[in-house]
């Protein structure tokens, strides 16, 4: 048979077909089986799926961080480099598929004060690179002046940025009263890191009177697309950071209670 033969038959088998799958009799179109076709193919053509992972810790990529109310928290998340080696991307963009988080929130408890405290993990993407996030870019100031639980979006910026609102991760604790040894009725106490020294109560304690851990987990399925600039590793579109908020006095040394954030972060991608 001659090869222009062999076309013009397979052609027309393969339109008959199409017809038959994806049109019903009266001429409507069969959108289900598209849809499922359509992602049967992307599956087969994004077969490897890749992960970076992020590690914010004693022995992370980051130390452990302490978020405040007046100085919240802005880490820009690394993207992965172009290469041949293993979680290395290909081109000059990827998607991510999946993000996982894992968090511990470590409650320092340094002082007689009872309070509910209160810290959130956010993961944002900028839409443009350029565009490098600052607080008050994200964030309104609270009534009192402050970013914390009361504060709004900031809506004449959130635009720029894609919240990713099922990995919106909270903590709350209430830190408890628990002085090491009751006081000997004129106000004052013995200094544990030295007890022939006696300590005002109304001092703060100059060593952690307890230690509070929370661990949390968020995850979800997603549809980012990361591009990079030609042949760098520059990202121009889409660029990750994490962000943490508390309502927290202040952050240590100083003599406040406090809370320490790890964590450990995961994301899933496909070369596309």
């Avoid at 990529?61 to 290395?88: A, C, D, H, M, Y």
């Avoid at 609270?142 to 635009?159: C, P």
């Avoid at 990750?240 to 006095?249: A, E, F, Q, R």
């Amino acid at each position: 048979m001659p090869y222009k033969k062999y076309v013009k038959k397979a052609t027309r088998a393969g339109a008959r077909y199409a017809k038959k799958r994806y049109t019903t009799r009266t001429g409507g179109a069969r959108v289900k089986a598209l849809a499922r076709d359509v992602y049967k193919i992307q599956r087969a053509l994004n077969v490897e799926h890749k992960n970076i992972d992020y590690q914010i810790g004693q022995n992370g990529q980051i130390v452990s961080q302490q978020p405040t109310k007046t100085t919240p928290i802005i880490i820009p998340l690394n993207t992965p480099v172009r290469g041949t080696s293993f979680n290395n991307r290909v081109g000059n963009q990827l998607k991510v598929t999946h993000i996982t988080a894992k968090y511990q929130f470590t409650f320092h408890n340094n002082t007689d004060l009872i309070q509910r405290q209160n810290v959130r993990a956010r993961i944002i993407f900028a839409r443009n690179a350029n565009d490098v996030p600052d607080i008050t870019q994200l964030l309104d100031t609270d009534s009192n002046g402050h970013y914390t639980q009361l504060s709004f979006i900031n809506t004449q910026e959130y635009k720029k940025f894609v919240w990713m609102k099922s990995l919106d991760t909270r903590c709350s604790y209430t830190q408890p009263t628990n002085r090491y040894p009751a006081s000997n009725g004129d106000g004052f106490v013995p200094d544990p890191m030295d007890p022939a020294t006696p300590l005002a109560v109304t001092n703060p304690a100059r060593q952690a009177l307890n230690l509070a851990n929370f661990f949390k987990r968020a995850e979800t399925k997603c549809a980012i697309t990361i591009k990079f600039q030609n042949l760098s590793d520059e990202v121009e579109m889409m660029k990750p950071y994490l962000v943490l908020t508390s309502d927290i006095l202040e952050a240590a040394p100083d003599p406040f209670d406090y809370v320490s954030v790890s964590a450990n972060l995961r994301m899933t991608y496909v070369d596309n």
